[in-house]
């Protein structure tokens, strides 16, 4: 689906189309490896192995501008573009160390290390508010439970 947001053209996606297609794949993947069928156990161990920083990616993505994520909505989309009031190399550098797993008080001290404005990283950290993520008043969590039943 497409939308026309200030004259660029937006595609939108649906996480939890993305979240079961990877899910899925994964499952695939276990299949081959150990030569037998685990679909009772997949969707649990891709949860357990992948599914917060696959959101948090996600998440970054859509406060970043870079992707429209139905499910996240229109109020958080690109409230984070680094044209925006912050250093864009700045605004990468923290979304990148977010997006691998990186917390909040390590990006502290990363740049605390490296001189760099302190101010300035944790007004992105709080923009990005990655340890209190709601979508929709729903947590992270709460969306596992419809991804187990879509079909990808």
Known sequence: MTDHAEGDRVE???????????????KH??????????QETASEHWRRRFWRLWFRRHWVEHIL??????????????MLQPTQ????VLVD????????????????L???DWGL?????????KK???????VNNRRIEDFWEPLLTLQP
């Open 12 to 26: 939108k996606h649906s996480i939890l189309h993305h979240a079961a297609a990877d899910c899925a794949a994964e």
């Open 29 to 38: 993947l276990d299949w081959e490896r150990l030569s037998y069928d685990i």
């Open 65 to 78: 501008g870079q992707t429209f994520w139905l499910e996240m909505g229109d109020e958080n989309f690109g």
């Open 85 to 88: 009031r912050h250093n864009p």
């Open 93 to 108: 550098c923290v979304a990148d160390r977010l997006i691998i797993g990186w917390e909040n008080l390590g990006i502290i």
């Open 110 to 112: 990363w740049a605390s």
């Open 117 to 125: 404005d302190l101010d300035e990283v944790i007004q992105i950290l």
């Open 128 to 134: 990005l508010n990655i340890n209190h993520v709601r």
